[in-house]
């Protein structure tokens, strides 16, 4: 990889950028993970390549979330895996999460080259492999989900995906929290917690909300979770990429 000078003014895009290209080269990520990636680029420039205070504030809610389940599962694409595989692993382990690995473009070998790279970053326990369980009204391969990880999930975190498992597992009644940059993304539009935010920076931030949270009372954790507005959230997101230019 071509080193990336710390002073260059697109350091952290860039570095990402290598992330997934060393994904793809590994067998983690698929191709189409390339064109993800430059969707979420494109959108995380007009958000200005920072948490804004509004996904912070997702943030903190999914964190309450995840620390409220009975059963929370973390689902990990390519992407994900190329991006974020040891602070999905500490995220995990601060929410008590199960990690689960869910593929659009699904092969076995992927499934598996994912799962150990998750076991290298410090997973115990990775889920998905077995595909004992069905999500309702899926044709394609992500339906495949395993009966005891997101099949009995009551919240999931769904990261960069398009819409329609989201939908479909609002329709099993689970409450979805959505990591994506784009905030009229069918994904986002359906999530119980929206997080417009890179996953580069938006898995660490909701890690250190539930470390700040982990002596709160179930009583805290509902306040958080019931004072978060979906709706504003989506609108600050948007209306930041509208304001783009405009002083
Ligand atoms: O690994 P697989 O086989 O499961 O395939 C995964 C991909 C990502 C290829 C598949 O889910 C896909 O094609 O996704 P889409 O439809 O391109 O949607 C990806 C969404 O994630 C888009 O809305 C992007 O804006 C967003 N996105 C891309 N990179 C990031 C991101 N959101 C947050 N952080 C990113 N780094």
Avoid: W
Avoid at 5 to 20: C, F
């Amino acid at each position: 990889m071509t080193e990336i000078p710390e002073d260059h003014p697109r350091h952290d895009s860039l570095v990402t950028r290598h992330r997934i290209e060393d994904g793809v080269d590994a067998g983690i990520t698929s191709r189409q993970g390339l064109i993800a990636q430059g969707r979420g680029e494109a959108y995380d420039y007009l958000l200005g390549e920072e948490t804004t205070p509004s996904a912070d504030e997702a943030e903190r809610a999914a964190a309450a979330h995840l620390l409220l389940a009975d059963h929370p599962v973390l689902s990990v694409n390519g992407n994900v895996a190329a991006l974020v595989p040891g602070e999905i692993v500490e995220l995990a382990e601060a929410t008590g999460a199960d990690v689960e690995v869910n593929l659009f473009n699904r092969t076995e070998e992927r499934m598996e080259r994912i799962a150990d790279y998750l076991r290298e970053h410090g997973a115990e326990d990775v889920k998905g492999l077995t595909a004992d369980g069905r999500i309702p009204g899926l044709e394609h391969e992500r339906a495949k989900v395993d009966a005891d990880g997101i099949g009995d999930a009551d919240v999931v975190l769904v990261p960069l995906e398009d819409g329609d498992r989201a939908e479909a597992l609002a329709e099993m009644g689970k409450t979805e929290l959505v990591i994506d940059l784009n905030p009229l993304s069918r994904s986002a539009q359906t999530a119980s917690v929206p997080i417009i935010d890179n996953i580069v920076r938006a898995v660490p931030n909701v890690t250190a909300h539930a470390r700040d949270l982990a002596d709160a009372s179930r009583e805290e954790l509902t306040d958080i979770v019931e004072g978060f507005d979906r709706e504003a959230a989506l609108e600050a997101a948007e209306a930041r990429i509208r304001a783009v230019g405009e002083d």
